[in-house]
């Protein structure tokens, strides 16, 4: 018998703990066996006693799998601090340097189904923090913000969005950047992406400007089969694309290290939601289907397609409803 799966799980704020609970639950019943660890991380625990994410946890959190995240943040920490402190700093220091996230549904005013992936860049741009702020405060404030770019990190962004395009059916990969104006990363980017697809001839190449791409999102989402674009870029697209994919509520990620040095860290795509926390509103099929990118990752393909099945016209109700019927149709598959 294999052994069981060690998964750190940082329920967080919100309604996190709760998405959280109904994924585990839907997991439990795939049959796969995960050893799951709790850690206390979040806005809530900062409020409480001053702590983000210290180096000795992070430490601690190398040595898992995976870990399964529901949502951080609370109205109560300023903006920047939980993301910046907790998120970003294990994307950066667990080297998680592929954001992938997968669409799929029937987009407003279409009738027939799209699928797609945005791969993301996700440890460079202008999410590194490079910039500063001189005289705040004054009428003579001046503020910069850079994006950092560097081939080795835009090389393997794009050599896996070419391995992911060629493993589906389309073979087909756009690269979504804003080369027109952003001449110097644009650039690395657009030469990058045709160095690489030499190495990928089976696989058919485009090129979108980013505002372009939004209105393609809405109006055209069929045309996509993999996108691989910069952080900043992808943050903002994604969203867009869990709009019109059946809402943000379905929209999961992975936040994945493919060398396998340390471990990959799931999520959905919402935030916390305090408004809804308690209420049975929260809609755990982004966690459960953020849980299939887990076990997938962690060489569970059959479990993870059963939990991707089974959300297909997911069940109305309550949050812990949804979760027992979902995780019912796993138990149900996987005898």
């Known amino acids: 018998m294999s052994r069981a799966h060690r998964v750190a799980v940082i329920g967080g704020d919100g309604i996190g703990p709760e998405v959280v609970t109904e994924a585990l639950k ?7 066996s995960l050893d799951t660890t709790d850690f206390d991380l979040g806005g809530a625990r900062y409020l409480r006693d001053g702590e983000i994410l210290s180096d000795a946890t992070l430490d601690q959190l190398r040595g898992f799998d995976a870990i399964l995240l529901g949502a951080v943040g609370t109205p109560d920490v300023p903006p920047g601090v939980i993301e910046r402190g907790l998120l970003l700093k294990m994307r950066f220091e667990l080297d998680l340097y592929i954001n992938q996230r997968p669409f799929s549904g029937v987009a407003p005013g279409h009738s027939t189904p799209h699928d797609f992936v945005v791969i993301r860049e996700n440890t460079e741009g202008p999410y590194v923090g490079e910039g500063g702020v001189l005289r ?4 003579f404030e001046v503020a910069t913000q850079g994006s950092v770019n560097t081939a080795h990190g835009v090389e393997r962004c794009v050599r896996y969005a070419f391995e992911l395009a ?14 027109n104006v952003l001449t110097f990363a ?14 990928f001839p089976q696989v058919a190449t485009a090129y979108n400007h980013v505002d372009a791409a939004c209105i393609y999102f809405v109006q055209d989402p069929h045309r996509y089969d993999v996108i691989v674009t910069d952080n900043l870029f992808g943050d903002i697209l994604t969203d867009l694309g869990g709009a019109v994919s059946g809402g943000i509520g379905v929209a999961s990620s992975a936040n994945l290290n493919p ?13 916390s939601a305090p408004d809804i926390v308690g209420t049975g ?18 060489g569970e393909a059959r479990a993870a397609e059963g939990l ?3 959300c297909v016209d997911a069940p109305s109700g309550s949050t812990s409803q949804v979760g027992t019927e979902i995780a019912s149709r796993v138990a149900k598959a996987a005898k």
């Open 26 to 32: 839907v997991v439990a019943a795939s049959g796969v």
């Open 136 to 139: 705040k405060g004054t009428p």
């Open 166 to 179: 060629a493993k589906r059916s389309r073979k087909h990969l756009t690269l979504v950047h804003k080369t």
């Open 186 to 199: 644009g650039d690395l980017w657009q030469r990058t992406f045709n160095t690489v697809a030499k190495d």
């Open 259 to 271: 060398r396998r040095t340390g471990p990959s860290m799931f999520e959905p795509v919402h935030g």
């Open 281 to 298: 509103k929260a809609n755990p099929v982004a966690a459960i289907l953020s849980a299939a990118h887990m076990l997938e990752f962690l």
């Open 308 to 310: 991707r099945t089974a």
